[in-house]
């Protein structure tokens, strides 16, 4: 094959690429970094409208991605180099809005760049731009945004799940090489389910929220989406380990993942697989069966498997909605039209108090969601409640987190359904509905033990062709068995790695 001809075919095949050959094309000059990032700013430019999933386009991406073509020498033993990613639009970055998803702040532009965001570029990434999002990180379907719903590239009648929707409909529909998302309540796991995407909840600890728009700080982790599970090792890589702009970041040893991860031999391991009937809810015939598929591969492969009982499992998500609530209720505070953000327009009449000024900023600056769930806060912290709910619920969640901890003394790995179906319709489940909550059953467990959690694709619904992934949850600090052994679920499932046929 001529030269020209060899770039022809890279260039047609780049969506096929795992981020490590990424790098390794760039590094033998096969490809520079800023056709890489013009190669997805047009397939922004070509898809965005009808996925709403991009909000804002670094403006300098392309003279950053020259710089780097220009000086390769000097950067080309990054992990990351030249990778373009998009962040949920929680991070900040200096020079870049960032906008939360809500109105509030919708022309804020941070002074400095997210600790998550510093590294990515440390490691040799471009940002690319951010995403649309849940408004605060707070829901399950992406409709909840100033900026409009975002559409799963799958179906677009239907959510690509939330709160990091945008983030995940973005690396499914081929607009950036991979995305970065929160989860404080299953935000990465959730909607990388829906758009066939692996992604992962870290210990909680092991990624710095320095500079990531707190929704509720005793949960909220950053997470990696991508299309395939080498993919999230090494951006997982790249942005854990201790940060002193963090207290709660963890001085523990992060691992070489990507090198290690290899699919695991699974003869003899313990598994458990929990209980599904014990959640307040229950789940579609489709997720049964995914999850009885990697049963049965998990034991042909000689793991021993058990069904586990979490018999205080149908308190996770009152316990969680009491905590994140409260805290996000002391976390939103800050938004008073005094400092950053959205102000009202007096329009020349001054309010007559200061209350008025605050009140009304907050009313016409938040949406409903963070409203409800302001005053649910407020309320569960207000004086002769606090013990009856904020203090109740924390001592639950110490007996989840042990009772967890009791379970990984015994299995490796605990094994879930990540939602209760497939994506849903953006006619379905109406925000403020208890059935719109109940869809965290599953997911928000990981969060209150602040135990890494992955999601790893596993098959598609023989009703409506969407993705079913799989949740893997194991001890604190062991993500290297959650990639292992989704590493194995991809090589044997084979429906990591799948696109829309329209995107490809
Ligand atoms: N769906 C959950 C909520 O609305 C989780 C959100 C998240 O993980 N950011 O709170």
Known sequence: MSTKCLLWWIKMDLLNYKLHELTSLIRKKALSVKELCQFYMDRIEKYNSELNAVLTINPDILQTAE???????????????????????????????????SKILENFISPYSAEVVRRLEKAGAVILGKCNQDEFAMGNSNKNSAFGPVYNPWNKKYVPGGSSGGSAAAVAAGLCAASMGTDTGGSVRQPASFCNLVGVKPTYGRVSRYGMIAYASSLDQAGPMTMCVEDSALILESISGKDEKD???????????LHNCQSQNIKNMKIGFLNKEEANTSCSPEVV????????????KGALVEDV???????????????????????????????????????????????????QTRKEGFGSEVKRRIIMGTYC????????????????????????????????????????????SLEENPAGTLESYLIDSFTV???????????VPACFSSANQLPIGVQLIASHFDEQTLFNTALLIQEELKAVGKRPSYLV
């Open 445 to 455: 467990s990981a969060n209150l033990a602040g135990l890494p959690a992955l999601s």
């Open 289 to 300: 069966q995914s999850l009885e598929q990697v049963k049965t591969l998990l034991q042909s």
């Open 67 to 101: 710089n780097i073509d220009k000086n390769l020498n000097q950067y080309k033993d990054l992990p990351l180099l030249g990778i373009p990613i998009l962040l949920k639009d929680v991070f900040c970055t200096k020079g870049i809005r960032t906008t939360a998803g």
């Open 309 to 359: 009982s979490v018999p205080i499992m149908n308190m996770s998500v009152p316990v969680y909605y009491l905590i994140s609530t409260s805290e996000a209720s002391s976390n939103l505070a800050r938004y008073d039209g005094v400092r950053y953000g959205y102000r009202s327009d007096f329009q020349n009449k001054k309010p007559d108090h200061l209350e008025e000024f605050y009140s």
């Open 247 to 257: 207290s709660t970041s963890s001085i523990k040893e992060v691992p070489k993942w």
């Open 381 to 424: 912290l207000s004086s002769g409640y606090y013990d009856e709910y904020y203090n109740k619920a924390s001592q639950i969640r110490r007996i989840i987190r042990d009772h967890f901890v009791k379970i990984f003394s015994k299995y490796s790995l605990l094994i879930a359904p990540v939602s209760l179906s497939t994506a849903f």
